[in-house]
């Protein structure tokens, strides 16, 4: 390597990656150890990017397929270098690539790490990873040796002590590829330890699907020595292997290392498929959120081979968004190899993929359910929501998400769960339909004045908590096998086989309920209802308008104009409260306290409803004057 004659720059990093640096050669020191499998895939990165490149322009090889990366340590220099032979980088990738953070997940996290005072919580870098700039945890001074892809001798050479600035020089280096070399710290040596390195190796990075090299020396009797590349990993595709001889170790191995997972995963679906389409695939259900959601949404999709050649990481069409928590392999035989970019966006073998994919989640996430329930509860209760969306997006699997939903309800005890087959099965007789309210939390609806009358029928509901993602999915999912889905806060919504109001009380309310239309012109109609057994009063959504939460989220998100759609007083005529001012209104209708008695009770009905009343004052005031009369008494 002979400098040429760009001359040598120094230059500045970009803020953020100060900031990041600082993090880390300062405050985070755990697991330090996660450098060499970020540099490791790095390393493998690139020789999958000039694999694939080089399936149009052969010209890139330079006669050298012997991929590999050497792991090369020097206790004399005290350096440890990191070298492959895959796609390299030209002078402006380096500047582009190593001055500033590209990962978006990094600046998210580096965004959170902020805000939580990272010192606390140094075990979070391990978790998640930093890419290369992980080497300045061991390293005080770094040098990268490139020289991308062709036939021009130029490379570049890049050098940083993680302080502030890189400088860049141009150079000329024979082989094509990329060598990182760590200059360790003087509390970073173990790291040049062969023994040290093999077990690392095997630890992250055993089923990189290229070899990792490093020297070995032997001696002979006669002195002699000879030097020999010792093969550090076992390269396994272990997608390719027939199930039976895979071990549960080595799964969980591998999907931590494809995923920026920590914990096992809670289901393994490895398929072989023959015949119309023919694929091997590896795909991981996570026991719960991992970690790294907090900064990053995963993307959809898996990692695409086509005959062991990693096309596309991660191919978006093998898997619908709504499956984004599934991370996995899929490895085609039907895509051609020289399969261009524009026909992965939409192809007709990669919606055949899509779908045979889709199913075995669906039957995996099936037989999760059945056979370990209580870890699919956990696995439910973190990502569920995006199984609620998968009904409002996947029309030909509604049927089978809907069986994979739990739903908490009036009748189950608090933590546990209930199918809609298990609901289904448990209907009484005279019930023919599916009721469901859906609120904030479990607290506040149990206590709904809705649910009575269907409690005091023996009637179960389904109490759902999730607002955001129910009121989303609940108008895709009109029934379930043949039972329709009734919201019990509906208008038209009643226990079957509810007492009607008689044509007596009717007429006997008749005309103080007009005087309440008239005192509360926020509600669209005032009118008698047997739904309540205990309440006095609540309000109930016209069949055509906006259910109350879904209304009250819109305006969160600063939809709509403000006003709500007018509601349905219902009162009921039995309770001894109601009674009691239907006699006042005989006794006098002018009685200005009825006007005060019509406001309290439409605010109850407000609260009840999990809404907030509009003049709480008005209602405090209204209620100490009650207090203070039926106090003296
Ligand atoms: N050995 C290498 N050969 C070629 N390019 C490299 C190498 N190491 C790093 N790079 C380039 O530097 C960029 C930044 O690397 P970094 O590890 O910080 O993030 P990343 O690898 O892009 O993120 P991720 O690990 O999520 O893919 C890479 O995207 C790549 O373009």
Known sequence: MTPTTEARETREFKTELKQLLHLITHSLYSNREIFLRELISNASDAINKIKFDSLSHEELLENNKDWKIKLIPNSDAKTLTISDNGLGMSRETVIQELGTIARSG????LESLKQKQADGQPELIGQFGVGFYSAFMVADKVTVVTRPAGTSKEGVR??????????????????????????????????LDRHTLRSLVRKFSDFVEHSIVMDETTKAEDGTETTSEESLNSRKAIWLRNRNEVTADEYNAFYRQISDDTQDPARVIHVAAEGS????????????????????????????????????????????????????????????????????QSNPILDGLQKNLTRNVLQGLEALRNLEYDKYVTFYNDLGGMLKEGIARDWNNKEKLADLLLFQSVKTPAGSYLTFKQYVEAMPENQSEIYYLVGDSREVLERSPYLESFKARGFDVLLLTDPVIDEYFLPNLPEYKGKKLKPVDRGDVHADGDQTVTDEEKSRFAAMLQRFQTLLPEVKEVRLTKRMTESAACLVADPSAM????????????????????????????????LALVERWERATDDPRIEIYARLLYDQAVIAEGSKPKDPAGLAQRINELLARDARN
């Not at 990094?106 to 996290?109: D, E, R």
């Not at 150079?171 to 360790?184: C, P, W």
């Open 106 to 109: 990094t600046k998210a996290f």
């Open 158 to 191: 890049w050098e940083s002590d993680g302080q502030g600035e890189f400088t860049v020089e141009s150079i000329e280096k024979d082989a094509r590829g990329t060598d990182v070399i760590l200059h360790l710290k003087d509390d970073a040596t173990e790291f």
């Open 277 to 344: 389409q023919e694929f091997k695939a590896l795909m991981f259900i996570p026991a719960r959120k991992p970690y790294s959601y907090r900064w990053e949404e995963p993307k959809p999709g898996l990692k695409l081979y086509i005959q062991r050649v990693l096309i596309m990481d991660p191919c978006e069409a093998v898997l619908p968004p709504y499956l984004r928590f599934v991370r996995g392999v899929v490895d085609s035989s039907d895509l051609p190899l020289n399969v261009s970019r524009e026909i992965l």
């Open 547 to 578: 259910p109350a939460h879904l209304e009250r989220l819109m305006q969160q998100m600063g939809q709509g104009d403000g006003t709500l759609s007018k509601r349905i007083l219902e009162l009921n005529p039995n309770h001894p409260a109601v």
